[in-house]
């Protein structure tokens, strides 16, 4: 029989596939699998449509292994195909048998159901061409008597001619190219490589996949199984082989979506970072099936930033494909389940933290910077999803607490969240400044984190309650009817000109305090930018032009320290000016600050004491 020839956009296609589409050789196993998968399914609609039966025990796919004639041959015995079907499905690439079947059964049976075909673009066959120089296929279709057989050597045609074929059914015979450098064709005619390639891409296949007598696949996969089928502990191990982690995680979560996209999902909140989740390396994102054929490792699209931690799969028959099916389409399906998922994540961390908080805390250890971060990427965008999750060291309660918590035990009378910033507990428990809100008995949250002061200011308020700083000079809770600061603070306003200016401009103003009980002095500052938030730019790589904050030096106007600084100035000004300098050494101390030449504190110190 005469070879006949693709037409010219057909041979443009298929050496475009062959070079360009699919990204992995490997890939044509998953290929024609799925068809023979296809064709199972096709099969299993027709029989029931015509009131036929079908032993689905009996039904399956079955690779052959021929190292000595470098064959590798994938059988089943689906619907097959006629010499007509082979001409048209396999001469024309692009169009989809699968396609077509799908498309005429969605009209002749509307109260059918919806079935469930995986190739929809027709070239998913001709990736046989990239592992192999010459494809054969011999075909029997159902209820039909005689066979045929289409073979190509690729661009230069193909032939179709009768053929023998004992069972109904396709088997797609690849005579596997040369080895040459770089490229080990041979490797696919090993079975440890084709045991490989089956787990890694059609493991939840829904017929067996045979290798020899050997079934490969699990068929079912845990996910499209209900919680009466598959325990949390056996979740749990699937989690731990999958996934390659030693430690439990903390939250499973299930999903069962239907409605506008279709999907199933699987997922796990893990109890401790991958050891390359903070580099560059790391790729989040979830495995991601079609149909129970894994389409992607790592989608990352279905994880906002702030949940990247999260592992498992999510399956969808809904989601339209690209034409080589390795990358999805951008499009509303997409989308849907991608918000589907960040909510449930949301709702599961929620539930975690109030059901049981040991986990949670555990969970938040290793985490609880994700996600403020998550909220400071999204320049406060994610506020509402992430502002629950968050965490910080209550003073009241000896531990990390939640904004809910947090005002679920305000007294009536507190009108603010408190909080403080530094570089350790210890020393924010005893902030000069604080004093006040620890007198009133409120609680105070205790930040830590480089990234705190920055969540505290995107966040702004909980609830009806705004957040405040200590640092703040309204801590709305000072006595407005007393006006005795405001008094001393003019009577004594050479003075406190006096002490800036013997500052050389370390300060931009020196006043008295309204908030210090026992302490003689802190450092305040005015404008924007805080000493925490100073600290932290200096900390930048190339950090020369340092961002610096607006120094205030504050002094306590009932503390033996300031009567002794209006002695000074009143009858020795060179004095006053070493306590000046003295004061805001100490200022610089007790706000955790370096003091930049600890020689001149040092001997500050040796001159006022002799």
């Not at 990239?130 to 008597?145: N, Q």
């Not at 309204?514 to 190339?542: A, C, N």
């Not at 009858?571 to 003091?595: N, P």
């Amino acid at each position: 029989m005469a070879k006949k020839q693709f037409k010219a956009e057909s041979k443009r296609l298929l050496g475009l596939m062959i070079n360009s589409i699919y990204t992995h050789k490997e890939i044509f196993l998953r290929e024609l699998i799925s068809n023979s998968s296809d064709a199972i399914d096709k099969l299993c609609y027709l029989s029931l449509a015509e009131g036929k039966s079908v032993d689905r025990s009996e039904l399956y796919i079955r690779i052959l292994l021929d190292e000595e004639n470098r064959t590798l041959t994938v059988s089943d015995n689906g619907i097959g195909m006629s010499a007509e079907e082979l001409e048209n499905n396999l001469g024309v690439i692009a169009k989809s048998g699968s396609l077509a079947f799908r498309e005429e059964m969605d009209k002749s049976a509307a109260e059918g159901g919806d079935i469930d075909i995986i190739g929809q673009f027709g070239v998913g066959f001709y990736s046989a061409f990239m592992v192999a120089d010459r494809v054969r296929v011999i075909s029997r279709k159902y209820g039909e008597e005689s066979a045929n057989v289409w073979e190509s050597s690729g661009a230069d045609g193909y032939t179709v001619k009768p053929a023998e074929k004992e069972e109904r059914g396709t088997d797609i015979v690849l005579y596997l190219k040369p080895d040459a450098e770089g490229e080990d064709y041979g490797a696919f005619l090993t079975e440890w490589k084709i045991k490989d390639l089956i787990k890694k891409y059609s493991d939840y296949v829904r017929y067996p996949i045979k290798l020899g007598e050997e079934t490969v696949n699990s068929m079912v996969p845990i996910w499209q199984r209900g919680k009466a089928e598959a325990s949390d502990e056996e979740c749990i191990k699937f989690y731990r082989e999958k996934f390659y982690d030693q430690t439990d995680p903390v939250r499973v979560i299930r999903v069962n979506a239907e409605g506008t996209v279709s999907y199933r999902a699987l997922l796990f909140v893990p109890a401790k970072a991958p050891y390359d989740y903070y580099s560059r390396d790391y790729r989040a994102g979830l495995q991601l099936y079609a149909s129970g054929v894994m389409i992607m490792d790592k989608c990352e699209d279905l994880l906002p930033e702030c949940f990247r931690f999260v592992r498992g799969v999510v399956d969808s028959p809904d989601l339209s494909l690209n034409i080589s099916r390795e990358m999805l389409q951008h499009d509303r399906q997409l989308k849907v389940i991608a918000s589907s998922l960040e909510k449930r994540i949301k709702n599961e961390l929620a539930k975690l933290m109030t059901e049981d908080a040991d986990k949670y805390a555990e969970f938040y250890k290793t985490f609880g910077l994700q996600l403020k971060y998550g909220l400071l990427n999204g320049f406060g965008a994610n506020r509402e999803l992430l502002q629950d999750l968050l965490m910080f060291y209550s003073s009241a309660k000896e531990k990390p607490v939640s904004l809910s918590e947090y005002t679920a035990d305000m007294p009536e009378d507190q009108k603010y969240i408190y909080y403080a910033c530094g570089e350790s507990i210890a020393r924010l428990s005893s902030l000069p400044q604080a004093e006040p809100v620890r007198e009133k008995g409120y609680a105070i949250l205790y930040l830590t984190d480089e990234v705190d002061e920055f969540v505290m200011n995107m966040l702004g308020s909980y609830g009806e309650k705004e957040l405040r700083n200590v640092n703040a000079d309204d801590l709305g809770i000072e006595d407005a009817g007393d006006g005795r600061t405001e008094e001393l603070e003019k009577a004594n306003e050479e003075m406190l000109g006096f002490l800036k200016d013997s500052l050389d401009g370390s300060v931009a103003a020196v006043k008295l305090s309204k908030k210090l009980k026992t302490y003689p002095v802190y450092l305040g500052v005015q404008g924007d930018i805080t000493l925490e938030m100073e600290k932290y730019f200096s900390s930048l790589p190339g950090s020369e032009n340092k961002v610096k904050a607006e120094r205030v030096l504050e002094l306590n106007p009932s503390h033996p320290v300031f009567e002794a600084l209006v002695r000074a100035y009143a009858s020795d000004k060179d004095k006053a000016a070493k306590y000046a300098r003295l004061l805001y050494f100490q200022a610089m101390l007790y706000a955790g600050v370096e003091i930049s030449d600890p020689s001149a504190y040092a001997q500050l110190i040796c001159e006022l004491m002799t």
